[in-house]
Every structure is written in structure tokens, then in C-alpha cells.
T-cell receptor, first 113, second 115 residues
Framework: IAGITQAPTSQILAAGRRMTLRCTQD?????MYWYRQDLGLGLRLIHY???????GKGEVPDGYSVSRANTDDFPLTLASAVPSQTSVYFC????????????FGPGTRLTVL | GENVEQHPSTLSVQEGDSAVIKCTYS??????FPWYKQELGKRPQLIID?????GEKKDQRIAVTLNKTAKHFSLHITETQPEDSAVYFC??????????????FGKGTHLIIQP
């Protein structure tokens, strides 16, 4: 059982390029989330999905989009990357209420130059 | 939206002593409060959580207390060990309202255990 995986592990990207970060879970969790982690700022929610077919905006959604075509996958797309999107990105999933625990993926370190 | 404040940002304690990390939250409707531990270069991992209908929860050397009236909750680690050195994050989750979900995190506390 893999749990929750992310790809790539790290990426260096030129500003203006399009990039999709992949996230897959095999726990059949309904809810999935994308967070970014920046030094001194903690983790901030970008987008979430409570169930397949639905998505919602978190605290810092600008410049990012997501889709949830099925239960397992929740890709995050940067349509035109900017240097301020340099960060570590964590995907997470949870079974949903009342089981609120969120399980995190290993993270993707993204550098936008 | 929810706002979570966490203190201190850095905490250094002698091995064997206790450590306390405090968080406050703004949304009185929040009902779930987890604590995550993150080691350098690793993913955050849940160490303990508490729901709003409970005032205290313990798991071996770790305990969390919740004061709903004051809107604050704290993590207590007793008999600290070197492997407790990490960054700890508190979080709050407002109840799902029209699809709103996800955790609001504090900015983290770097706990250093001095030998």
C-alpha cells in the first residue's frame, strides 16, 4: 500500500511555464487537499476537494487550478508559473468527517526562476 | 476565515524537561484541532488531535488541552527526548459549511531538545 504519493519530487521551472503537480492516493479517501509550505508561514491551503467531481478554493488559490476527475487523483496546475510560487507543495487526503485526520504526501519542492 | 496564532516560534528545553506550545484560534465554530510534527525534509505527521467536545486528551508523553471559551489549545510534551526535536504545527478546522474544508495551520514551533 503506497498511501499518498506525489510527483515530481522536485522541479526547477522557468517563469511563465505551465506545470502540473501530481497527487495520487490509494486509501479511497473522499477528501483531498493541496497546501504550500513556506519558511515562517507554515502550511497554507490552496485548493481542496471534498469528493470526486467537486473542488473549492482555499486561502491562497490565485495562480493555481485543480481538478478531481476520480477519487484517487488530484492534480495541481500552475498555468503560468511565477517566482513567488517557489515553495514546497504538499498534497493530503482524509476520509472526511468524522475521521478528520489528514495524511500528507512526501511533498514536491518547486523552484521557479 | 479562521486565523491560528502559535507561540513560541522556537523553544529550547533540556532533555527530560517538559515543553508546552500554545495556539489560539479565531473562529468559535471550529471543532477539530490537530497537532502535526514535521522532521527536517519530511512530511507533516499527526501526533495527536482533539475535538471541541473534549477538554483534554493524552497519549503517553503527549497531551493536548482545549479551552473553548478562551479559544486556545496547547500541546504538552513531558520527559522530552532527542527524537522530539522537530517543528510542530497546530491547526484548526472550521465545520464544513457549503463545502468549505481544510485545515488552517499555525506558523509552527521549532522545538530543540538540548542534551
Amino acid at each position: 500500500i503506497a498511501g499518498i504519493t506525489q510527483a515530481p519530487t522536485s522541479q526547477i521551472l522557468a517563469a511563465g511555464r505551465r506545470m502540473t503537480l501530481r497527487c495520487t492516493q490509494d486509501m479511497r479517501h473522499n477528501a483531498m487537499y493541496w497546501y504550500r509550505q513556506d519558511l515562517g508561514l507554515g502550511l497554507r491551503l490552496i485548493h481542496y476537494s471534498n469528493t470526486a467531481g467537486t473542488t473549492g478554493k482555499g486561502e491562497v488559490p490565485d495562480g493555481y487550478s485543480v481538478s478531481r476527475a476520480n477519487t484517487d487523483d488530484f492534480p495541481l496546475t500552475l498555468a503560468s508559473a511565477v517566482p513567488s510560487q517557489t515553495s514546497v507543495y504538499f498534497c493530503a487526503s482524509s476520509a472526511g468527517a468524522p475521521h478528520n485526520e489528514q495524511f500528507f504526501g512526501p511533498g514536491t519542492r518547486l523552484t521557479v526562476l | 476565515g479562521e486565523n491560528v496564532e502559535q507561540h513560541p516560534s522556537t523553544l529550547s528545553v533540556q532533555e527530560g524537561d517538559s515543553a508546552v506550545i500554545k495556539c489560539t484560534y479565531s473562529d468559535s465554530a471550529s471543532n477539530y484541532f490537530p497537532w502535526y510534527k514535521q522532521e527536517l525534509g519530511k512530511r507533516p505527521q499527526l501526533i495527536i488531535d482533539i475535538r471541541s467536545n473534549v477538554g483534554e486528551k493524552k497519549d503517553q508523553r503527549i497531551a493536548v488541552t482545549l479551552n473553548k471559551t478562551a479559544k486556545h489549545f496547547s500541546l504538552h510534551i513531558t520527559e522530552t527526548q532527542p527524537e522530539d526535536s522537530a517543528v510542530y504545527f497546530c491547526a484548526a478546522r472550521p465545520p464544513e459549511q457549503g463545502g468549505a474544508d481544510g485545515l488552517t495551520f499555525g506558523k509552527g514551533t521549532h522545538l530543540i531538545i538540548q542534551p
